[in-house]
């Protein structure tokens, strides 16, 4: 049986085409959720006389008890997505079905295996819509004061792809006027399409975002000089929401630095890199 209900889209924000925020709120009130989750939205289809349900991350963090917010891409090929054609042609006020929250992938680890607190920086990598989860995760550590550091990376293609970057600009303006002992957040854009004639005044890190990771010939890496510091296993904690390409790319880089996977785990149970596939 499918547990889920009724809900009203209140918002929706189109940043392009292609792009779409929207909040939605459920009939029956916010349930509890954990931040890095998801949860199905169903729309009903005419031609199949049916609701379809499809996945989405959650965008919004559990601190926040109004809405649902979620960053949906407009799947157009080879022909067009099920459900996110409804949902480009759905307005305000419209009615679509929710599943319950769900996902222990991307939830965030408070703690190491020997019940110490786990103080080592966040990284989130998110690649185009794969940023989602890393928006609840930096309003959730921010307001919950969490004095770990915080990096958010986010990959897109073109500059109006960047669908969170006042919220993360701001963040980090805070940061610096608060002080780092704080609020610790820094966020890293990439842009992988710099030579497109739409991104000319992109002057910022090009590339996947994946090449935060890639070492030079001396060893450093971007994200190496982003930080002010050598990234290690004792030193930070990846998660990585996107393409398979995206968290291979990441993995890549760090495992000779000894970063593992939590499907492979060190003996102690310890990992360091967590991640959600497109699939
Ligand atoms: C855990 C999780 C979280 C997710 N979070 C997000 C998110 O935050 N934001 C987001 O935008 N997406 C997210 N997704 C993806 C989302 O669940 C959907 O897969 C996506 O929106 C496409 O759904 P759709 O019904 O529009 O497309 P579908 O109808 O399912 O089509 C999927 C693909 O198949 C192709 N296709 C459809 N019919 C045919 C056919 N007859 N022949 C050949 N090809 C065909 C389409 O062109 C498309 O490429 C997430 C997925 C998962 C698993
Ligand atoms: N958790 C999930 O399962 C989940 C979450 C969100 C979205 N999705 C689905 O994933 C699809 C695409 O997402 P999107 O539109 O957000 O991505 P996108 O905007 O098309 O791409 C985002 C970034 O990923 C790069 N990229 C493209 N293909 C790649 C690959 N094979 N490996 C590594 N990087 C790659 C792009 O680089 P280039 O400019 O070089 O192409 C770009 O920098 C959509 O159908 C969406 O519904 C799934």
């Known amino acids: 049986m499918v547990s889920e209900t009724k809900a009203k889209i209140v918002y929706m924000e189109l940043l392009r085409e292609d792009l779409v925020i929207i909040r939605i709120v459920p009939e029956t009130g916010m349930p509890e959720y954990k931040t890095g989750q998801f949860l199905t939205i169903g729309v009903p289809i005419p031609s199949e006389q049916k609701i379809v349900r499809r996945a989405y991350s959650i965008a919004s963090h559990p601190e926040n008890r109004d809405y649902f917010e979620f960053v949906i891409r407009w799947v157009r090929k080879p022909l067009p997505g099920r459900v996110t054609t409804e949902l480009f042609y759905a307005n305000e006020g419209d009615e679509v079905s929710l599943g319950a929250p769900t996902g222990q992938e991307l939830l965030i680890d408070n703690k190491l295996p020997n019940g110490q607190p786990d103080m080592r920086r966040i990284i989130?990598?998110?690649?185009?819509?794969?940023?989602?989860?890393?928006?609840?995760?930096?309003?959730?550590?921010?307001?919950?004061?969490?004095?770990?550091?915080?990096?958010?990376?986010?990959?897109?293609?073109?500059?109006?792809?960047?669908?969170?970057?006042?919220?993360?600009?701001?963040?980090?303006?805070?940061s610096i006027e608060r002080g780092k002992d704080q609020w610790n957040f820094i966020y890293g854009p990439a842009i992988s399409r710099p030579k497109e004639f739409?991104?000319?005044?992109?002057?910022?890190?090009?590339?996947?975002?994946?090449?935060?990771?890639?070492?030079?010939?001396q060893g450093i890496s971007p994200i190496d000089e982003l930080v002010g510091e050598e990234v290690t296993p004792a030193n930070s904690k990846i998660y990585i929401c996107g393409y398979q390409g995206l968290i291979d790319g990441v993995i890549e880089n760090l495992a000779p630095k000894g970063f593992v996977t939590k499907d492979e785990k060190h003996p102690d149970g310890s990992y360091e890199i967590k991640y959600e596939s497109y699939g």
């Open 124 to 174: 989130c990598v998110g690649g185009g819509t794969g940023i989602a989860p890393f928006v609840a995760y930096a309003k959730h550590l921010h307001d919950t004061g969490d004095k770990r550091q915080v990096v958010v990376l986010h990959g897109a293609s073109y500059v109006d792809e960047l669908s969170y970057k006042r919220l993360f600009t701001d963040l980090q303006d805070e």
């Open 198 to 217: 739409f991104n000319r005044s992109w002057n910022g890190h090009v590339g996947r975002v994946e090449s935060w990771f890639k070492p030079n010939k």
